[in-house]
């Protein structure tokens, strides 16, 4: 194992009609704040009512920034943040997916500064300090709601990254599966497969952790036992909390802990998908993974049976736990290859893409020849 | 799942030669110190002249108490805090095993306080504010190195029993797998049955959380897979440290999330053989465990027969589960019998103390006619 701290400041606050709790958490941090959402869908499903019904009753001075986009973009962080600067707010309050909790992340180390957030994404600057963050999370997916990390796009500039600081935990997170029920089939699955994604960059990250992998299994064989089922009973809370609970542990340090880091070379390409051609984050990754683990088989045949062996309960060799691992994100109705998608790509487009963005894995290193094979692979 | 708030303060400093961020750590709460620490095997080993040269170092005061017990007694806290209230002091340092970071985190609540800590472990009064407690652990086993949880004996009142707060957290906590090379066979299989005997107390407690039942059972044949070759290899860096990591897991909250509670039946039983015949805690536990789930399996044959199928991968029926389970406590060289002690026990007096101490579990209440009937399958 390698030497770690660990320490996860976030309060999860998990179940049913959590949110009764949300006013006090609030107000724990001020008066002031800054509600940040989607596109709208928190009006159609009635949660956009209920908060601001909250925030009435804590007599809350709210300001509001929505219209995130999936995939958000950098343009978006900047306007919200000027829009918490102008009004000292003491909290943000982020009501949405990943992609409105990574933008509330990087919102709140840009507030108390005055350069663009494109200067922390580029590591021209670091944060001293953020606003406190308290999210309300409508989609099982990312993990976003537990860890420092968020992505964010630029599309001026090509990019798509991660950027990760300690001052991006959430304070407080909460998570009620009932708020999931309305997201569509085709989503819950892109949230299952972005769970298992994780959990396998976890796996292929480096370093011997033996409990870690097992807590890896662990994860992705709940995903397999509850996931397929509630794309077909989509209001059943049973499935929506074991699924929401997953995501959460999917990416919030656990299956991490004594090791390096994990490999996230997958989601690197995987971002780049989603940048050109604004494909779902899960859905990018049910595209590469069966092409990266094609690409690499030959070097860690091991490593890759020990998963299919692990998740499936049964001994299969490496091609076996490929092939079977392509199956799992078809059971989920994904797709596996990027012509699936119905996209006419650019295959020359992609790869030029990726080695303009140096995408790589931290622990299998991707060079410009694995690119192109990878590319290739799940064209 | 039932609801939760899930929120572990502790930062966990795990690995080769952590001590080195000792110093540093202490030096954020103040100068001076109360080192506590038990009966002396810390000089032996030479890990107090290492501690006593980390806070020469940050130039600390230190106040020193030490003869803390096994199974430690409430009149060590009282003396202890004591010590600290005289001098003042801004923090806690504990080096040793359970017992030493139990009695600490009691003294980090009695020390602000006029009144001796017994009128918290009777519920008289309840603590509002603790001294930062910082431990070093030297002993892979309670699993208190991460949570709020102290157990503590007054032999007065001829009572043992657990005692938890929210204050009680350890604020961080050292664990190099290194420092229990020194601990003997036996108490390092000790440890390993309490880390065990932790993931069952979670296993059988109300409530239905599927993936903290995967990691259960992963804590647990990670302590099978690698404890019984710890015990003939002591020095071994790699077994130490999936035996120490496990412990910690085995009870700093994950296993319990989305359950009601742990059930504690065991524990409690085994407190009292503790208290009457100083029986090494988790000797205490192997001993009780097999009676308790004879007694309890014509109720909970199902629940069972999955843990042992669970741990060792075939399919078993409770009858079957529980012998395997007293065979691995026997691959541990534990006993699963009090007469294996050698102790003369009075089986009278264990069954008056366990009704006087109203012993009992959480998820399955124990009433007398039970609790005769366990003493009678263990002795």
């Given at each position: 194992m390698e030497s770690f701290i660990a320490h996860n400041p976030t309060s999860l606050h998990f179940g049913k009609d959590v949110l009764s709790g949300l006013g006090h958490t609030l107000q724990l941090y001020g008066k002031k704040v800054l509600l940040v959402y989607g596109k709208g869908s928190i009006k159609k499903t009635g949660l956009y009512d209920k908060v601001i019904g909250i925030l009435k009753e804590i007599h809350a001075e709210v300001y509001e920034y929505n219209g995130i986009r999936p995939?958000?973009?950098i343009?978006?962080?900047d306007a919200a943040a000027a829009v918490g600067r102008e009004h000292g707010v003491d909290v943000i309050l982020a009501v949405g997916g990943g992609s409105v909790i990574d933008s509330a992340k990087i919102i709140s180390i840009t507030i108390p500064v005055q350069h663009p957030a494109w200067d922390f994404i580029?590591?021209?600057t670091k944060p001293l300090k953020a606003i406190p963050l308290v999210s309300v999370l409508t989609l099982a997916a990312t993990g976003t709601e537990m860890n420092p990390f968020a992505v964010i796009s630029n599309h001026g500039e090509k990019f798509?990254?991660?950027y990760g600081s300690p001052l991006m935990y959430p304070v407080h997170s909460f998570l009620d599966p009932q708020l999931t029920f309305t997201v569509p089939r085709n989503y819950t699955?892109?949230?299952?497969?972005?769970?298992i994604a994780h959990s396998f960059e976890a796996w292929f990250g480096a370093g011997d952790a033996t409990l870690s992998d097992r807590f890896i299994l662990s994860i992705v064989k709940e995903a397999m036992d509850y996931g397929p089922a509630l794309l077909n009973d989509l209001e059943n809370y049973t499935l929506r909390e074991k699924i929401m609970y997953a995501a959460t542990m999917a990416l919030n340090g656990l299956t991490l802990q004594g090791k390096k880091s994990g490999d996230w070379g997958v989601h690197s390409i995987g971002h780049i998908l989603s940048l050109l051609y604004d494909i779902p984050h899960g859905a990018s990754l049910t595209i590469v993974y069966p092409a990266w683990l094609k690409h690499i088989e030959k070097n860690y045949p091991d490593r890759i049976g020990l998963l299919g062996s692990g998740i499936f309960n049964e001994s299969l060799t490496s091609h076996e736990s490929i092939w079977r691992i392509e199956e799992m994100f078809r059971s989920l109705a994904c797709p596996?290859?990027?012509?699936e998608t119905g996209i006419s790509a650019d295959k020359q487009k992609i790869y030029d893409t990726l080695l303009f963005n140096k995408v790589s894995g931290a622990n299998y290193a991707l060079k410009a020849d694995d690119l192109h094979r990878i590319v290739e692979l799940f064209m």
């Open positions: 995939n958000p973009v343009e978006d962080v580029t590591r021209k798509k990254d991660g699955a892109y949230g299952i497969a972005d769970l596996v290859r990027l012509s």
